[in-house]
């Protein structure tokens, strides 16, 4: 069976995911994650699109990003990933698959759910019981959010305040407000896995997710909630979701 084309939306907020082949560590040494970091910081610039988030753990990669012409992120992010992949299989003498299939786009709407799935990318170390906190693991976007980063910065500040409804404050105003929630989830123990934000079709209110879907030719799909997050999955996806990322 054909594989169904991704249908993206321009001006869009996607989380990107995507595994290594066989849950297999290829980025257990930092010199991959930074190499992978580089070829992400050439494709964003590329293809001009955004990225908002991301972390590189040991074996997959969360991506946050949007763009003005959707299909952009599709180029930018097969342009990083071929990229590390080849670099990865000379040095090695692989000839292997680096990446796990097709990477996966979950739709996300703007202001409270993608705020909610920006934290859900920072914990994710957390969560594996790598680091106590974001600030621990260097290959991830809290460092560009908190601090100033002059030189090959991935994440766009400024449209990430955009993105999340901010764009009357201040920068100062954003890093604030991003501290206090990290340290807030953090002793509220908020840090559980939620699979919907790699595995659905689409994340946020219902009037919105019904849009989403009519705008990226979706015409099959259930809606499911979990403690007050409503997201859509195609007809064809199971309820059960087992991939946790």
């Given at each position: 069976m054909p594989r169904r084309l991704r249908n993206w939306v321009d001006n869009s907020c996607y989380h990107i995911?995507?595994?290594?082949?066989?849950?297999?560590f290829y980025f257990k040494f930092k010199k991959y994650r930074d190499k992978y970091r580089?070829?992400?910081?050439?494709?964003?610039?590329?293809?001009?699109?955004?990225?908002?988030?991301?972390?590189?753990?040991?074996?997959?990669?969360?991506?946050?990003?949007?763009?003005?012409?959707?299909?952009?992120?599709?180029?930018?992010?097969?342009?990083?990933?071929?990229?590390?992949?080849?670099?990865?299989?000379?040095?090695k003498g692989f000839e292997s698959s680096f990446w796990n299939g097709r990477f996966h786009a979950t739709r996300i709407e703007d202001g409270n759910h993608l705020s909610r799935c920006l934290f859900y990318i920072d914990f994710n170390m957390v969560r594996a019981g790598v680091v106590k906190h974001p600030s621990e693991w260097e290959h991830g976007g809290y460092h560009e959010i908190i601090h100033?980063?002059?030189?090959?910065?991935?994440?766009?500040?400024?449209r990430l305040m955009r993105c999340l409804k901010m764009a009357n404050a201040s920068v100062e105003d954003l890093r604030n407000w991003y501290s206090r929630t990290l340290t807030d989830m953090l002793q509220k123990e908020q840090l559980k896995r939620e699979a919907f934000w790699s595995e659905a079709f689409a994340v946020g209110s219902k009037g919105w997710l019904s849009k989403a879907a009519e705008e990226s030719g979706l015409k099959q799909y259930h809606f499911y909630e979990n403690e007050n997050t409503e997201y859509i999955l195609g007809k064809n996806n199971t309820k059960n979701l087992k991939r946790c990322f």
């Open positions: 995911t995507h595994r290594c082949e066989d849950k297999n580089h070829f992400l910081f050439e494709g964003q610039k590329r293809y001009k699109v955004d990225i908002l988030n991301f972390v590189v753990t040991s074996n997959h990669v969360h991506i946050l990003v949007v763009a003005g012409i959707g299909s952009n992120i599709s180029k930018c992010i097969q342009f990083a990933h071929s990229r590390i992949a080849q670099v990865y299989n000379q040095e100033d980063k002059a030189r090959y910065r991935i994440v766009n500040v400024e």
